[in-house]
């Protein structure tokens, strides 16, 4: 991609060595090259920010999710959270 850009950029004739100018054209690989890698940083700087965002989304939404009422041991093994389905019937 780089190769074309420049060829397109400096219009240079393959079949005429005359038209490069090596010293720009080295000097303008070596601007986008290092353009190129800032681009890629600011990437994954920005993926790895996004990351830690919805990270600390989600454990937000948690928090908000949790029960506020605290429910002892003693509770939960002495209320049953589902009821029994079976009809009781009292035989007298």
């Known amino acids: 991609m780089l190769a074309k850009k420049t060829v397109q950029k400096f219009t240079i004739n393959i ?10 054209i080295l000097e303008y690989v070596k ?8 681009v890629k940083d600011l990437e994954l700087a920005r993926g790895a920010s996004s990351t830690v965002q919805k990270r600390t989304e989600l ?3 948690i928090r908000q999710l949790r029960p506020t009422v605290s429910v002892t041991k003693e509770q939960q093994l002495a209320e049953p959270v589902v009821k029994s389905t079976k009809s009781e019937t009292v035989v007298d």
């Open 59 to 61: 454990v937000d939404l």
């Open 31 to 38: 601007q986008q090259t290092e353009s190129d890698q800032s």
């Open 15 to 24: 079949k005429d060595p005359s038209t490069v100018n090596y010293d720009k």
